[in-house]
Every structure is written in structure tokens, then in C-alpha cells.
């Protein structure tokens, strides 16, 4: 259901970027082109698009499922399972964004899937949510930390601010999943505990700050390439605290499986980023991408054969 929601959700802002965009060449204002960072102005308007708003209403059920598998279940596999919202993506994309999907992306898109598998294989049922509250404000400045890189990225990266904006994003909805595992207050239900444990105050500030550097990079990347440098770093931030901290494992004799999963999957969101970071085709006027292996677009010259 997350990954379901998610993907949905990640094309829809997408969507209403690309609208947003359009709307403001027609008005003359400055156009989003890929090579600067786009105005907290055109952040909001995009926002306030009616598909964008449907899109958030999906991040929602996206997340309440993502929080369900991310604490009963260990983190690597609750993750990955979401992350799977990039294949989501790629194929809504092609119906809603008019995105070309070539035989490499196919089969980095498979070769995230079958990682998936392998890793939902191995994984043992049992999880630990039980951590030291140092562990908790360990989150906390772990969030501020992520959030201060992020929204500096965004705003001063220039070409490299949605590859920044959708791995940061990754990070601190990460962390969101490390949060949700460890917090205190739910069994049994007490809201003092809840509101005065700093993973609660984590899980707001990530997800605000998250949602909205994931919105800029969108406006200014690709929409697939966003989604994998998301997926990398909701995946492997997470997995890596769950083994290191939290006691995740694998079944006996299968520690192996999970492993090669966990690096299959990583892999292959990083050859979608590889192949679909760059700037946004919002008004239909880029020439189309390169086939084969070959990454970028064709020359407007003809020579790149």
C-alpha cells in the first residue's frame, strides 16, 4: 500500500510542478529550466496545484502504511518494500508525464524488483523497538543535521540540487522509519510520553522538511532520477541503523540472500538516478533521451551517434 500511495503520490507533484512551470512562462515569469533553483514562490504555488494537493493526500496513506511495515517489521525490509514506490513511479510516469522508458531502465527497474524479493525471503519476522534515549535525541540532531545540508543543497546546488533534494529527502524520511520503530507512547497509548519523546519531534520535523525539499527537486530534476536518489537514501540509511542498533537480521543461513538483495536494490535506484537525473522536459521541448546504455540526450546536431 505504501509504495502503491507513494508512487502515485511522487507523480502527481511531479504533475503539478510541470503545470506550475508552464503557467509561469505563459505569465513571463522566470521559467524553471533545470540550471537554477526555483523561487519559494513557485515552491508554493506549486504546492497549492490541485494535483499536487491530491498527491499530498496520498503521501498521507503512503506513510501510514509505511509506518505499520516500518514497525513491525525490519527495517531493511519495511523499506525496501516501500521503495519499491519507484517502479510506481516510473510506469505512472509513462502514462501521466509522457516519460520514455528504454530497455535499460526496464531492467534496472526488474533488478530493483527481484531485489525485493530477495530481501522480503530472508528477512526474520522478530524485531527489537526498544532503544536507550540517547538513541532517540540521536534522531533529533540527526534531523536537524539533514535538514540544514538539504535546504542548502536545494537552494545552492545548481544542477546538482535535485539529485541533493531527492537523496536528502530520502535521508530524513529514513529517519521518519527509524523514529516510528523506537517511539514511546503507542503501547499502551499515552500522549505525554508521546509529545515529550524526541523521536515524535524527529518524525515532524522530517517529514515536514522532507516533503517540501522532495517538492523542490521535483520541480527542478527528473522525476524518476528524484525517486532513486529517495529510494537510496530511505533504503540504506534505515537498514544500516536497524542491523547496527535495533537488532534487525535475516533468517539463519540466509544472512547472504539479504545481503545481495540490499546491494541489488541499491544498485539498481542507482543506475535509474544515473540514467534519469537531469533537468525536467516540463514544456515538451527537449530532445529525446539517448537509447542503449548511453546517458543524457540527443544532440540537437545529430553527431552523438
Same mark, same amino acid.
Not at 40 to 47: G, N, P
Not at 213 to 232: E, F, H, I, P, Y
Not at 266 to 293: M, N, Q, R
Given at each position: 500500500? *505504501?509504495?502503491?500511495?507513494?508512487?502515485?503520490?511522487?507523480?502527481?507533484?511531479?504533475?503539478?510542478?510541470?503545470?506550475?512551470?508552464?503557467? &509561469?512562462?505563459?505569465?513571463?515569469?522566470?521559467?524553471?529550466?533545470?540550471?537554477?533553483?526555483?523561487?519559494?514562490?513557485?515552491?508554493?504555488? !506549486?504546492?497549492?496545484?490541485?494535483?499536487?494537493?491530491?498527491?499530498?493526500?496520498?503521501?498521507?496513506?503512503?506513510?501510514?502504511?509505511?509506518?505499520?511495515?516500518?514497525?513491525?517489521?525490519? /527495517?531493511?525490509?519495511? &523499506?525496501?518494500?516501500?521503495?519499491?514506490?519507484?517502479?510506481?513511479? *516510473?510506469?505512472?510516469?509513462?502514462?501521466? /508525464?509522457?516519460?520514455?522508458?528504454?530497455?535499460?531502465?526496464?531492467?534496472?527497474?526488474?533488478?530493483?524488483?527481484?531485489?525485493?524479493?530477495? /530481501?522480503?525471503?530472508?528477512?526474520?519476522?522478530?524485531? &527489537?523497538?526498544?532503544?536507550?534515549?540517547?538513541?532517540?535525541?540521536?534522531?533529533?540532531?540527526?534531523?536537524?543535521?539533514?535538514?540544514?545540508?538539504?535546504?542548502?543543497?536545494?537552494?545552492? @546546488? @545548481?544542477?546538482?540540487?535535485?539529485?541533493?533534494?531527492?537523496?536528502?529527502?530520502?535521508?530524513?524520511?529514513?529517519?521518519?522509519?527509524?523514529?516510528?520503530?523506537?517511539?514511546? @507512547?503507542?503501547?499502551?497509548?499515552?500522549?505525554?510520553?508521546?509529545?515529550?519523546?524526541?523521536?515524535?519531534?524527529?518524525?515532524?520535523?522530517?517529514?515536514?522538511?522532507?516533503?517540501?525539499?522532495?517538492?523542490?527537486?521535483?520541480?527542478?530534476? *527528473?522525476?524518476?532520477?528524484?525517486?532513486?536518489?529517495?529510494?537510496? @537514501?530511505?533504503?540504506?540509511?534505515?537498514?544500516?541503523?536497524?542491523?547496527?542498533?535495533?537488532?534487525?537480521?535475516?533468517?539463519?543461513?540466509?544472512?547472504?540472500?539479504?545481503?545481495?538483495?540490499?546491494?541489488?536494490?541499491?544498485?539498481?535506484?542507482?543506475?535509474?538516478?544515473?540514467?534519469?537525473?537531469?533537468?525536467?522536459?516540463?514544456?515538451?521541448?527537449?530532445?529525446?533521451?539517448?537509447?542503449?546504455?548511453?546517458?543524457?540526450?540527443?544532440?540537437? !546536431?545529430?553527431?552523438?551517434?
Amino acid at each position: 500500500m *505504501a509504495a502503491v500511495a507513494y508512487g502515485v503520490s511522487t507523480v502527481l507533484r511531479a504533475l503539478g510542478a510541470r503545470r506550475v512551470a508552464v503557467e &509561469q512562462r505563459e505569465e513571463g515569469k522566470a521559467g524553471i529550466d533545470g540550471s537554477s533553483s526555483p523561487s519559494i514562490e513557485s515552491t508554493f504555488s !506549486t504546492i497549492a496545484d490541485p494535483a499536487f494537493i491530491f498527491g499530498t493526500v496520498m503521501v498521507v496513506v503512503g506513510f501510514a502504511g509505511g509506518a505499520v511495515a516500518a514497525r513491525f517489521l525490519p /527495517l531493511f525490509l519495511a &523499506q525496501s518494500i516501500v521503495s519499491a514506490n519507484l517502479v510506481v513511479t *516510473a510506469l505512472l510516469g509513462t502514462l501521466l /508525464l509522457s516519460i520514455t522508458l528504454h530497455t535499460r531502465d526496464w531492467v534496472t527497474i526488474w533488478l530493483v524488483v527481484l531485489s525485493l524479493f530477495m /530481501l522480503g525471503v530472508s528477512s526474520s519476522p522478530n524485531v &527489537q523497538d526498544d532503544a536507550s534515549m540517547a538513541f532517540h535525541w540521536g534522531l533529533l540532531i540527526a534531523t536537524f543535521i539533514l535538514v540544514t545540508v538539504s535546504l542548502i543543497g536545494v537552494y545552492s @546546488g @545548481g544542477r546538482l540540487a535535485a539529485p541533493i533534494g531527492g537523496a536528502g529527502a530520502g535521508l530524513l524520511f529514513g529517519v521518519i522509519a527509524c523514529a516510528v520503530r523506537v517511539l514511546h @507512547g503507542l503501547e499502551p497509548f499515552n500522549a505525554i510520553t508521546l509529545l515529550t519523546d524526541p523521536a515524535a519531534w524527529a518524525i515532524a520535523v522530517a517529514g515536514a522538511v522532507g516533503f517540501y525539499v522532495q517538492t523542490v527537486a521535483l520541480q527542478v530534476g *527528473a522525476v524518476n532520477g528524484v525517486t532513486a536518489m529517495l529510494v537510496v @537514501g530511505e533504503t540504506a540509511g534505515p537498514s544500516i541503523i536497524g542491523v547496527a542498533f535495533l537488532g534487525d537480521s535475516a533468517h539463519p543461513g540466509l544472512g547472504w540472500l539479504a545481503v545481495v538483495g540490499f546491494v541489488g536494490a541499491v544498485i539498481g535506484a542507482v543506475l535509474v538516478a544515473w540514467y534519469s537525473t537531469g533537468e525536467p522536459d516540463h514544456f515538451g521541448e527537449a530532445p529525446p533521451e539517448k537509447g542503449g546504455w548511453r546517458r543524457g540526450r540527443q544532440s540537437l !546536431t545529430g553527431d552523438d551517434a
